[in-house]
T-cell receptor, first 115, second 112 residues
Framework: KAGVTQTPRYLIKTRGQQVTLSCSPI?????VSWYQQTPGQGLQFLFE???????NKGNFPGRFSGRQFSNSRSEMNVSTLELGDSALYLC??????????????FGPGTRLTVL | GENVEQHPSTLSVQEGDSAVIKCTYS??????FPWYKQELGKRPQLIID?????GEKKDQRIAVTLNKTAKHFSLHITETQPEDSAVYFC???????????FGKGTSLLVTP
């Protein structure tokens, strides 16, 4: 099976702009999670989707949003970008019930730089 | 989310030595504890996991122990090799069952 893919891989934006990142999970996986990774902060949970429903959301401002489509592909959107949003954004797909029960498979990430 | 504390943040060992990374969690509802390894420039990959009904699990040179009463779990790597050099993340499932809370990572360096 093909692995988790993310597009674009690199993105440069300026403050105030908005951005949309895309994630295609492994075929058959219905759970998709998003994480923000910054040096020294590890992986911070953004949100998790399962069958087009957001089941959980991390402690991020409302500028961070996401959605999942019927084919399980997911997008996340960040509006009004701030310098502190510069990070690697990882998505992960999980088989079965979700990340508390099964292995998560990570994508390569999207490196977002905000200038 | 709930806190997962991970120590140490950096660890340097000589090839052949053992390495131990410790994590504590605060959510008593956590019942799934995976460990991920992230090599430089690569995506995180699961190396071992443990569930709350098990106290210890071993896979070749890697083992994980869990103490639910004390709310801590540890990763043990024996006979370390240079290819073990990476950042290791512990995680704990949260009470919703739909998220993992990760520690901040341990950068392990194994020197020949």
């Amino acid at each position: 099976k093909a692995g988790v893919t993310q597009t674009p891989r690199y993105l440069i934006k300026t403050r105030g702009q908005q951005v949309t990142l895309s994630c295609s999970p492994i075929s058959g996986h219905r759970s998709v999670s998003w994480y923000q990774q910054t040096p020294g902060q590890g992986l911070q949970f953004l949100f998790e989707y399962f069958s087009e429903t957001q089941r959980n959301k991390g402690n991020f401002p409302g500028r961070f949003s996401g959605r999942q489509f019927s084919n399980s592909r997911s997008e996340m959107n960040v509006s009004t970008l701030e310098l502190g949003d510069s990070a690697l954004y990882l998505c992960a797909s999980t088989p079965g019930s979700g990340p508390a029960y099964n292995e998560q498979f990570f994508g390569p990430g999207t490196r977002l730089t905000v200038l | 989310g709930e806190n997962v504390e991970q120590h140490p943040s950096t660890l340097s060992v000589q090839e052949g030595d053992s390495a131990v990374i410790k994590c504590t969690y605060s959510d008593s509802a956590s019942n799934y504890f995976p460990w991920y390894k992230q090599e430089l420039g690569k995506r995180p990959q699961l190396i071992i996991d443990i569930r709350s009904n098990v106290g210890e699990k071993k896979d070749q040179r890697i083992a994980v122990t869990l103490n639910k009463t004390a709310k801590h779990f540890s990763l043990h790597i024996t006979e370390t090799q240079p290819e073990d050099s990476a950042v290791y993340f512990c995680a704990a499932s949260d009470s919703s069952g739909y998220a993992l809370n990760f520690g901040k990572g341990t950068s392990l360096l194994v020197t020949p």
